[in-house]
């Protein structure tokens, strides 16, 4: 099991995106639009995982969707942690193990190309705030190469909670992920950008 993304919610995509490039010298590249969710996206590639900005793309289907009222209400008082998706070894069982639908999501690159995944738990993410759980079939989201900036890699993410809980949910050890208590979510994250190791997080 490894940690595949985390979650930044924006008020503004493209704000945030150069505000990093800015600051930090992260790259990020445009990822598409989640028409069934009234979100977008741009992608900022972090070693074997990256981090996702995401933002609303229709706020008309946002205001309908879980997924989209919690970008929108994360990010009203600026960015902020959404949440973190982990790649199990077995996708299908996972989502057995703890009673979960597998559900199939794409979306578009700016380039017409297509990227295809399996997912579950989404909506106990943002309900509860626990990671869910995705599987790429085939290219995977991290492997994008942007114009600007240079290499970075996620050192650490500390997310919060009851430690049993998390445990039992995620059954097992994801390396870089160290569950702590207090409030639920993530806590804490540390990446190591070209301009030197930061911690990300609200604004």
């Known amino acids: 099991m490894r940690l595949d993304h985390l979650i930044l919610a924006c008020a503004d995509v493209d704000a945030a995106a150069a505000r990093l490039l800015a600051e ?7 990822g598409g639009e989640h028409p069934a969710w009234g979100t977008r996206n741009r992608i900022i590639p972090a ?3 990256y981090v996702e900005l995401m933002g609303v793309g229709d706020r008309a289907v946002a205001e ?3 997924l989209g009222r919690r970008v929108l209400e994360a990010s009203a008082d600026g960015d902020a942690w959404l949440g973190l998706a982990v790649e199990p070894d077995d996708l299908e069982a996972t989502a057995a193990r703890l009673g979960l639908p597998v559900s199939t999501g794409s979306r578009t690159r700016p380039d ?6 399996r997912s579950a738990g989404m909506e106990e993410m943002a309900a509860r705030q626990v990671p869910f759980f995705l599987a790429w079939d085939g290219v995977r989201g991290a492997d994008v190469h942007p114009d600007e900036g240079g290499p970075a890699e996620v050192v ?3 997310l919060g909670g009851d430690s049993d809980e998390l445990g039992a949910w995620l059954g097992g050890d ?4 160290t569950l702590v208590g207090g409030a639920r979510g993530v806590r804490r994250v540390e990446l190591r950008a070209p301009r030197g190791t930061f911690e990300l997080g609200r604004t």
């Open 112 to 117: 017409g190309s297509t990227l295809s995944w």
């Open 156 to 158: 650490e993410v500390e």
């Open 47 to 49: 070693g074997s995982a």
């Open 64 to 66: 309908t969707t879980p």
């Open 24 to 30: 930090h010298g992260l790259g990020s590249v445009v």
């Open 174 to 177: 994801v390396p870089g992920l």
